[in-house]
């Protein structure tokens, strides 16, 4: 007793609280870099980091899959401190340093989606197990988006997704682990709206068809739902599976439905087909209920306006971003892509482009590669200089907001490649919804 | 009324694709008793010819887009326009007809060169070993058209003249909505001109009765000292042909690429099925019939009364068919039986 007696005195216990305090302290302050050894992939010492760009190169949307993968490309290059920079020079606020992604060369490696979900899986599993990719991106089709988005929060890598237009993307099957870029089939919906009213009236027949996938139906939703607002009816809704190709079978039915408006559902060579077989079948010169009988395409590109030739003159839809905007992010961008590749990005171009730099630009903002902290820099993250004026990822559902463009196809094109006018940029306050509209869990950071 | 009539049309076309592959399909198979499941290669093939010839007749000189100031971009105008002006665009505008002068000759040559190179050496295979030799064949041949011609469909528009389409109702006294493509009016002509010239070749000329002879009873007419293998030869090359042809015709229709041919493989074996192994008659009506009920299904009416039923019905017809009477509609006795 009289050791403790003689060593128990007030010096003795202060000096033990603060030993202790020091020593539960240090791991809290190290804690961050502890966190950090232990995720997937994690490049260590290394000096070079792997992104997978995983992208249909086969199947419905495959030109849109080319085009994105070479704006992939030129991501890694502007971020490696290669070519011109593009958009790395008008990003605001921006961490970036064109030395790679914390100091270490960005290297990829890529993959084709074959526009099938499983064989998503496949590529992008194969990319994170053999390769270790820290990051892997992708679009064209909704469904392929989600599936690898579920498998991303799965493995806990991250998920930047490329085109995607469905609801569900940050809808009922967000995942913390995935984030959109691209507008989505609601935002199309209330942008087209007001300009279909004032173009079309308030008293028409319309007759959708509709590509048989998770983006078909909400946009098909989404669509419906602003039309019947304005006081249109609905005549049909008839789905078509993706990569029908030939579509005769489903448009002879209109020809006779009693509708003066068809909505066109399909994107990627779907489109291109539809519409131009519904042209062939005289659509656009019918007259329909004593009114010109009309094609909307809710949804569209450059590239598919390339394809579909005179068929998309005058056909009204919506598009993320168009090569021909003049404010200082867009045109570094085109002029950088025009450069290396002889023609402008597209659309799903730009929004490849764009993910790539924001997930390094957040890489570098969080001081790590570490996922939830990645994902924490990029929740609720404001920037502006990326063509689209100021965007913001919300944290609540990590889909991107900001203004949404209603085009038209160009009667009197200026250039080959001046295929798309803007009619009305539509302000983000226009097209923004509650996080809650569609209900869905993020999930959580640690997996 | 109108729409009955729009929906037979789009079958009737649709059936001439059918038609012309499966009739291809029942030649091969009804002579040299091989099952080919690389016909739907050789559709594709034929398809690949037009887009061929489109790209020859369109080689381009680079010149500079002055309208575009980002970039440096150029614009593709084609020799013969440079070259012969209007004359060179119509000869371009043309380019699919005008295929099928190239697809002819050069179906022919790979049609012979693909049963002397590969399938002779399978006459006496089991059926089982033939379709797995000519289904890779068939991907063989997919993927060279990919690594040459890419992955992505090839826009093979048809002339200018006929890209519009036909006032049937003002034709023929029907409603105003009774409008039909051109283009798909001449592949339903060009199919049937096909299938009449193909029958009246088997049926009038002693080339074709031979060959007939030959499919009967193949051992007799060798015993009567006619090389029956060297005209089969032949009839393998008019398969092809009639394969390449309906592929070229069809470009217009539905842009092709590398993969169209197994798109409509399966579709063509369900449709010599239902016909009936063997009998061309068969796979021609059989062919027709599943191209409209394909149609109907896809109504509206139809679709409302059973969902999904456009995706499944040829198949489900084939199903009935083989569980009601397995040698097919005008199927022979004894053909692929016991």
């Known amino acids: 007793m009289s050791f403790f007696d003689d060593k128990i005195n007030r010096r003795r216990v202060l000096q033990g609280s603060a030993l202790l305090g020091a020593g539960l302290a240090a791991p809290m302050v190290m804690r961050r870099r502890a966190w950090a050894q ?45 070519g011109d920079g593009g958009m790395m020079n008008t990003m605001k606020p921006s961490s970036l340093k064109g030395n790679g992604v914390l100091g270490k060369k960005v290297e990829y490696v890529t993959g084709d989606t074959q526009t099938k979900s499983d064989a998503a899986r496949a590529s992008a599993k194969r990319m994170i197990e053999k390769d270790g990719v820290l990051m892997f991106s992708g679009g064209s089709s909704s469904g392929v988006a989600i599936a690898q988005q579920s498998l991303a929060q799965e493995m806990g890598v991250i998920f930047m997704n490329g085109l995607t237009h469905s609801n569900d993307t940050t809808g009922k099957d967000r995942r913390r682990y995935g984030f959109r870029h691209f507008f989505n089939a609601y935002m199309s919906g209330r942008a087209l709206g007001p300009v ?24 098909e939703e989404s669509i419906k739902n602003t039309t019947e607002e304005l006081g249109w009816q609905t005549v049909n809704a008839v789905k078509t599976p993706l990569g029908a190709g030939d579509f005769s079978q489903y448009i002879t039915p209109v020809l006779n439905s009693g509708a003066d408006v068809l909505i066109l559902n399909h994107y990627g060579k779907d489109m291109v087909n539809s519409l131009t077989q519904a042209v062939q079948f005289g659509l656009r010169d019918k007259q329909a209920n004593g009114k010109n009988f009309e094609i909307v395409v809710p949804l569209f590109s450059r590239l598919m306006a390339q394809g579909a030739g005179e068929n998309i003159k005058g056909i009204l839809g919506t598009t993320n971003w168009n090569w021909s905007l003049q404010d200082e992010g867009s045109q570094a961008f085109v002029k950088s892509f025009g450069q290396e590749y002889g023609y402008p990005p597209s659309q799903a171009a730009h929004t490849c482009y764009v993910q790539t730099l924001l997930y390094a630009n957040a890489c570098e903002m969080a001081g790590t590669f570490y996922p939830p902290e990645v994902i924490k820099a990029l929740e609720g993250f404001q920037f502006d200089g990326m063509g689209n004026g100021p965007t913001e990822y919300r944290a609540e559902d990590h889909q991107c907001f900001k203004s949404v463009l209603v085009v038209r196809g160009n009667d009197n094109p200026t250039s080959q490649f001046d295929l798309l006018k803007v ?6 306050s226009q097209v923004e919804y509650p996080p809650t509209l569609f209900g869905g869990e993020l999930g959580p950071y640690e997996v | 009324m109108d729409a009955f009539v729009l929906q037979i049309l789009n079958g009737l076309d649709k059936g001439g694709a059918y038609a012309l592959i499966a009739l291809g399909l029942t030649l091969i198979f009804g002579t040299l008793g091989v099952v080919n499941f690389a016909h739907g290669a050789l559709f594709m093939l034929g398809a690949f010819c037009a887009v061929s010839l489109q790209k020859l007749l369109t080689l381009s000189q680079q010149i500079k887009d002055e309208s575009v100031t ?28 005008l295929s099928i002068l190239l697809a002819i000759p050069v179906m022919l040559l790979i049609g012979l060169v693909m049963e002397r190179g590969l399938i002779q050496y399978f006459y006496k295979r089991t059926h089982a070993e033939q379709i797995l030799v000519t289904f890779g064949l068939a991907i063989v041949l997919q993927e060279i058209v990919k690594s040459v011609f890419g992955a992505n469909p090839v826009p093979t528009p048809a002339p200018e003249i006929v890209a519009g389409s036909a006032d049937i109702g003002a034709m023929f006294g029907l409603g105003a909505g009774v409008v039909y493509p051109w283009w798909r009016l001449i592949y339903l002509v060009f199919s049937l001109i096909v299938i009449a010239i193909v029958f009246a070749f088997l049926q009038f000329t002693t080339f074709g009765m031979v060959v007939r002879a030959g499919m009967a009873d193949r051992e007799t007419v060798g015993l009567l000292g006619i090389n029956i293998q060297r005209r089969f030869t032949i009839v393998f090359g008019i398969a092809a042909i009639v394969a390449g042809l309906a592929g070229v015709m069809y470009t217009p229709i539905l842009p092709p690429d590398y993969h169209i041919g197994m798109e409509f493989l399966v579709l063509s074996f369900v449709v010599v099925v239902v016909g009936g192994m063997g009998s061309l008659p068969g796979a021609v009506t059989a062919g027709f019939l599943l191209g409209i009920l394909q149609s109907f299904a896809s109504m509206t009416e139809v679709k409302d009364l059973i969902p999904g039923i456009d995706q499944i019905i040829i198949y489900l017809v084939a199903v009935v068919i083989l569980l009601v009477r397995p040698r097919g509609l005008l199927g022979r006795k004894g053909v692929m039986e016991g």
């Open chain 1, 196 to 219: 279909l009213q004032e173009e079309m009236g308030t008293d028409r027949r319309a007759y959708h068809l509709t590509a048989d996938y998770t983006w078909g139906w909400t946009q």
């Open chain 1, 38 to 82: 232990e995720f997937r992939n994690d490049p260590g010492n290394a000096g070079s980091i792997t992104l997978g760009f995983n992208v249909p190169q086969t199947g419905p949307y495959a030109d849109e899959g080319a085009d994105e993968l070479k704006a992939y490309q030129l991501a890694v290059k502007h971020l490696n401190g290669e």
């Open chain 1, 423 to 428: 009619v009305k940029e539509v302000p983000r």
């Open chain 2, 70 to 97: 980002f970039f440096d971009a150029y614009k593709e105008v084609p020799y013969l326009e440079i070259w012969f002006g209007d004359t060179g665009s119509m000869i371009i505008d043309y380019a699919v007809p």
